[in-house]
């Protein structure tokens, strides 16, 4: 999608995207969209126009978006507007952000825990993995295994891509609450 400088900034895009999505999931044929390698700002465009879908649907709405993600939600914007399960997820955490009071200290860290354990999924994956590889191994050859970052180092690593992604669902949540196109 190209939107040319002098028509940027004015919801073309979301326009442009909405349409585009309206006529795709009218398709029988067409089972979710997937973006391969999305430029950020297809992604900024993508996340409010998918969240401004969602937010109609009651599997999004309170109460149950204070709690976890489900199957039903994955399901509902499948079915609905052809999201994958993957922009499904990150439109619910978008959502429960909007309505998450960040001043409230248990309700912060309840949001910020569930971003981090989903940040924090392909680290634990790995972990499971290179234990599994230890198994097989002699103690000479785990020695010489590539040392893993410390807890600490991990940690603050995971610290900064949550704070990347809170900016990034901030600015949405900003945009849908002034009504923008």
């Known amino acids: 999608m190209l939107i040319l400088p002098p028509y940027q900034g004015q919801g073309n895009g979301a326009e442009f995207y909405t349409a585009v999505n309206v006529d795709l999931c009218q398709r029988t044929d067409i089972v979710d969209i997937a973006v391969e390698d999305p430029a950020d700002d297809f992604t ?28 039903a939600m994955a399901a509902a914007a499948k079915e609905r507007f052809c999201i994958n399960k993957m922009q499904a997820r990150r439109v619910y955490e978008i959502l429960r952000l909007q309505k998450t009071n960040m001043k409230d200290p248990k309700a912060g860290k309840a949001f910020r825990l569930l971003i981090k354990e989903r940040l924090n999924w392909p680290h634990e994956k790995q972990r499971r993995d290179m234990e599994k590889v230890r198994k097989h191994l002699s103690a000479e050859e785990a020695g010489l295994m590539l040392a893993e970052i410390s807890e600490a180092e991990r940690h603050a690593q995971l610290q900064k ?4 992604v809170l900016e990034t669902y901030e600015r949405v949540v900003r945009r849908l609450e002034k009504g923008q196109v």
């Open 44 to 71: 900024k465009v993508r996340d409010f126009v998918d969240c401004r879908n969602c937010s109609e649907l009651q599997s999004f709405q309170e109460p149950g978006i204070h709690g976890p993600f489900t199957p």
């Open 161 to 164: 891509q949550y704070e990347e």
